[in-house]
């Protein structure tokens, strides 16, 4: 009965984050726009500068589009993070999420359900994603829609738990949008998103060296392996670590008695 009750709280959870984001027209069409910019309008200028690109599987050059598009779908993740974190902020001043916390449950399964949640709405986005880019000719191959699934759940988890751990540090709902842009664009730009590594390399050794130890980039590398069928097992190593730092850290963080929660009570 006890595992019936955790399976019931942990699928209300997530279909009220479903049909949030569905009834929320607005943030399903920028969540697509964002990307679609940049894989139609912004790759054409990067690939006249940067001609072929190279694809670390197979080591063999491909358009700049089909290499981007990984990393695209890896921004489609972050942004998605950010978003549930400022949903976090929203429904703790509204109240929901202080009504959700006191319920009688661990407060850490709480927080699991919301990010879970968060993950499959950003997989949601993904894969509508990848539809669009199919009629644009931006196609993996047959086994790749089928093996970036994991590695979707995986990046996902991650990224929103960093969205978790910032929501347990933003204070007020005003301050989320300087401290989200502060967090995004250093991990985006600074990530193998749009670039090779090492291309990167080439132009600045620092650069290279955060770009490296990125965990977006990671993430965004254990996808774009998986988008060729293939496993990279460095990446997925990392990503996994670094999951479990910031959900460790956003679960100390929610803690009344210890975490950021109980300082800003004081």
């Not at 984001?21 to 399903?28: S, V």
């Not at 001609?51 to 981007?68: D, K, N, R, S």
């Not at 449950?105 to 199919?134: E, H, N």
């Not at 991990?187 to 965990?215: G, V």
Request: a positive charge; charged letters at 10%; glycine letters at 6%.
């Amino acid at each position: 009965m006890i595992i019936l009750y955790f399976w019931r709280v942990m699928l209300g959870i997530t279909n009220r984050e479903l049909l949030r984001f569905l009834k929320q027209k607005e943030r399903f069409i920028s969540a697509l726009v964002r990307p679609l910019i940049w894989l139609f309008v912004f790759a054409a200028g990067f690939r006249a500068t940067l001609g072929l690109a190279i694809i670390p599987p197979y080591e063999t050059y491909i358009l700049y589009e089909v290499y981007i598009a990984p990393g695209l779908i890896g921004m489609i993740q972050l942004f998605n993070g950010m978003q549930s974190s400022l949903s976090m902020v929203y429904d703790r001043e509204m109240g929901s999420m202080r009504i959700l916390m006191v319920c009688p449950l661990p407060r850490w399964f709480l927080l699991i359900c919301k990010l879970i949640a968060g993950t499959a709405v950003s997989i949601l986005q993904v894969y509508v994603f990848l539809i669009i880019a199919w009629f644009y000719d931006i196609q993996a191959p047959e086994i790749g829609y089928l093996s970036i699934f994991p590695a979707l759940i995986l990046s996902g988890l991650m990224l929103g738990a960093l969205g978790l751990l910032m929501s347990s540090l933003i204070k007020q709902l005003e301050n989320f949008a300087g401290v989200m842009n502060f967090v995004i664009f250093p991990m985006f730009f600074m990530s193998t998103a749009l670039y090779p590594l090492w291309k990167i390399k080439e132009s600045s050794l620092l650069l290279y060296n955060l770009a490296h130890y990125n965990p977006f980039s990671q993430a965004v590398e254990l996808i774009r392996f998986a988008w060729y069928g293939q496993f990279n097992q460095s990446a997925f190593i990392y990503t996994l670590v670094a999951f479990i730092i910031f959900m460790s850290a956003a679960i100390f963080g929610y803690n009344p008695s210890k975490g950021m929660m109980m300082k800003k009570g004081r």
